[in-house]
Nanobody, 129 residues
Framework: QVQLVEAGGGLVQAGASLRLSCTAS????????MGWFRQAPGKEREFVAT????????YYQDSVKGRFTISGDNAKNTVDLQMNSLKPEDTAVYYC??????????????????????WGQGTQVTVSS
């Protein structure tokens, strides 16, 4: 069993920064990708950022490019998300996700939650205006 635990959420004002971290425990493995998703009230879970493979390729949702930075070590199953210049629309529960090694199913991309096998419990990020 693999557990992902997030930390670092909180309540901040617009323009502030937060750093989220995620660490795996239990029956760990070298993940092929680790990412962050978020879900705002009344909305579907959406992709935020992912780090894939070695060397690490990083991909971001357009709305966070230039403000958020993902970093981590897939071999150690740790991933961080540095969030700068936060906006009220960034308010959501942020989830860490990890993918086991192996090819993606046909039609699945790393931007989709279906690509990931393990999920954290989520951490709340609230940005006030």
């Amino acid at each position: 069993q693999v557990q992902l635990v997030e930390a670092g959420g909180g309540l901040v004002q617009a323009g502030a920064s937060l750093r989220l971290s995620c660490t795996a425990s239990g029956r760990t493995f070298s993940s092929s990708a680790m990412g962050w998703f978020r879900q705002a009230p009344g909305k579907e879970r959406e992709f935020v950022a992912t780090i894939i493979g070695s060397p690490n390729y990083r991909y971001y949702q357009d709305s966070v490019k230039g403000r958020f930075t993902i970093s981590g070590d897939n071999a150690k199953n740790t991933v961080d998300l540095q969030m700068n210049s936060l906006k009220p629309e960034d308010t959501a529960v942020y989830y860490c996700a990890a993918r086991r090694p192996g090819p993606l199913s046909f039609g699945t991309t790393y931007y989709q939650s279906d690509a990931y096998d393990y999920w954290g419990q989520g951490t709340q990020v609230t940005v006030s205006s």
